[in-house]
């Protein structure tokens, strides 16, 4: 059995929830798209429906280029000189919004596309249908494994899932 089907065997998922209010909304939702120029996004059949409602997102910018240090300052504030997409750990001293939702009470979780188990830190997963490889997950992508602050904590590791697991929680009203 590879390493990767033991682990999710036994890795822990959770949906914790919170009654924090808001002073404005009580949920907050962060969709990550691939980075791509304004013409090509607004040909998404997708975004072109948000664009008939007067949703444009015209002035969404990242920090830097490539990705990996836009998803790092999301959850940080900063992207701390990163320049490039390598294996990124950030020292448990460094705060991360995770530390900041915790302190207060509100509950959160964290759902990537093609995360083979909760708590996955590895740097990529690679799957096969059909006798084809997929690099379907990159680590990059996923803020909070970036954050040693995160990752040391097995509670917070377990908030951190499959995106199939939305539908779930979504259900559940978790």
Known sequence: M???KQAQATALTSSPTSDVEGAVFDRFVIIWLENTDYTSAAADPNLSALAAQGLTLSQNFGVTHPSEPNY???HGGDYFGLDGDVLTYVDS????VFDLLDTKGVSWSEYQED????GYEGYQYQSVINNATHNDYVRKHNPGVLYD???DVPQRLSQ???FTQFYV????NA
């Open 115 to 118: 995360m083979p188990y909760s």
């Open 169 to 172: 929680d979504l259900e559940n």
């Open 72 to 74: 790092m300052a999301s």
């Open 2 to 4: 590879s390493a990767v």
């Open 93 to 96: 001293s460094v705060s991360s």
């Open 149 to 151: 602050s995160a990752t």
């Open 160 to 162: 951190m899932k499959n």
